[in-house]
């Protein structure tokens, strides 16, 4: 994957798969499939007049040591169609990030003095880039290898309903 994001509908998604794997096919006829796989599957985890959340999940086994597992949020405005950052929905994203990097800090049970390198990949806290509303309020995902090894697996934060309609420009409806 290259570093743009990449809109595909279903049909072009599967469709480029297979391209490529018949190109594959071709180049290394001696391979063998490797047992290659990918499932995928959607899921509307919340649903307002004003925002409507996704939640997209694929499995891949594209070779190597483990397959890849990854979920990912799309926040969409139900009148435009437009895809909505959820950052911009809080009225003040000083605040926002605080309560993230304490929930987190309580996940991996840290201290307030814990230098990030000591649990997780990275040297300083890192605010997850997927997000995304459920009835039960803000989830939030950083997905392997984000800030810590495929071993670890996945780190899910859950900001209640309650806590994150205090924090937005207007109420979930």
């Not at 290659?36 to 925002?51: A, L, M, N, V």
């Not at 950052?85 to 304490?102: G, P």
Request: charged share 30%; aromatic share 12%; proline share 5%.
């Amino acid at each position: 994957m290259g570093s743009e994001k990449e809109s595909l509908k279903p049909e072009q998604y599967i469709s480029r798969l297979l391209r490529d794997f018949e190109a594959f096919k071709k180049e290394y006829p001696d391979a063998a499939s490797g047992g290659y796989q990918q499932h995928s599957s959607t899921e509307i985890t919340f649903k307002g007049r004003s925002i409507i959340s996704v939640l997209l999940t694929s499995n891949v086994y594209a070779g190597g040591a483990h397959p890849m597992d990854y979920e990912e949020f799309i926040n969409i405005d139900p009148e435009s169609g437009k895809e909505i950052n959820v950052t911009d929905l809080v009225k003040n994203s000083f605040e926002f990030k605080q309560l993230v990097e304490s929930r987190l800090r309580e996940w991996f049970d840290m201290g307030p003095m814990d230098r990030w390198s000591d649990f997780t990949l990275t040297d300083q806290f890192v605010m997850p880039e997927n997000m995304g509303f459920t009835n039960e309020g803000l989830q939030l995902i950083y997905n392997e290898y984000e800030i810590l090894p495929y071993a670890d697996g996945p780190v899910k934060l859950l900001i209640t309903k309650e806590e994150i309609e205090q924090l937005l420009k207007k109420p979930l409806t």
